[in-house]
């Protein structure tokens, strides 16, 4: 990735006057997902992957599986998953280079119902870098204005956003605050001569973005 990325552009300055009404609506109902949405050879491997016996952490939207690859490293005692909807962007990760994590193609959340339907409760979940959907019309394509966002708290763990539009760490944490959870954000710290956790991070990084974090111990798994 070239570091020419422009940063997000929104009318939106502040967080959405809708999100608190959408996200007690989610809380208060269940996402009614299509049925049978994952294919079997999906199922089969996320089945594996809890017969492990090991904790577990999720890296949804990974892309290229770069993050999932690092998190694998940082995370040698768990099995890690890396979920992305694109065949394409999955095609250039290359050769694993780690027994603990796999990628899976799917929808991130439909594979959240399908671990909460088993009552997993996730080691750590990551969200690195999720598309921002800036335009004001778009917030219910917002993880936090989706009707599965309530399965992130079913799914528990430590919990962590990252991106570079501040109003998308803003509504994450007032999401979280209002299903009853102690969200932090701040900037997040990513030293030149350090490693980025993802490709994303690299190249906003690069281009000067500031870049920005959300996190909450998820404590309430109702």
């Known amino acids: 990735m070239q570091a020419n990325s422009r940063p997000v552009s929104s009318r939106q300055q502040q967080v959405h006057q809708d999100l608190p009404r959408l996200v007690r609506r989610h809380l208060e109902s269940r996402w009614q997902r299509p049925p049978h949405s994952l294919t079997s050879e999906v199922r089969d491997s996320l089945a594996n992957a809890l017969a492990q016996d090991s904790p577990l952490v999720l890296d949804s939207f990974c892309g290229t599986g770069h993050s999932t690859r690092l998190l694998a490293r940082d995370h040698p005692d768990c099995t890690v998953i890396g979920v992305d909807k694109s065949a394409a962007r999955l095609s250039r990760h290359g050769e694993r280079d780690g027994d603990n ?59 962590e956003l990252r991106c570079n539009w501040r109003v998308y760490a803003e509504e994450f944490g007032v999401a979280l605050a209002i299903a009853g959870q102690r969200p932090a954000v701040a900037v997040v710290a990513v030293v030149d001569d350090g490693e980025p956790l993802s490709l994303f991070e690299r190249k906003y990084r690069d281009s000067g973005h500031t870049l920005w974090r959300c996190t909450a111990q998820v404590t309430c798994h109702g």
Request: with cysteine; net charge positive.
């Open 101 to 159: 994590y796999r990628l899976l193609r799917a929808q991130c959340e439909e594979v959240w119902a399908w671990l909460a339907d088993q009552g997993v409760q996730l080691q750590a979940h990551y969200l690195l870098y999720p598309n921002p959907w800036p335009k004001p019309a778009q917030l219910k394509r917002r993880v936090q204005g989706h009707p599965g966002f309530p399965l992130l708290l079913k799914l528990g763990g430590r919990l």
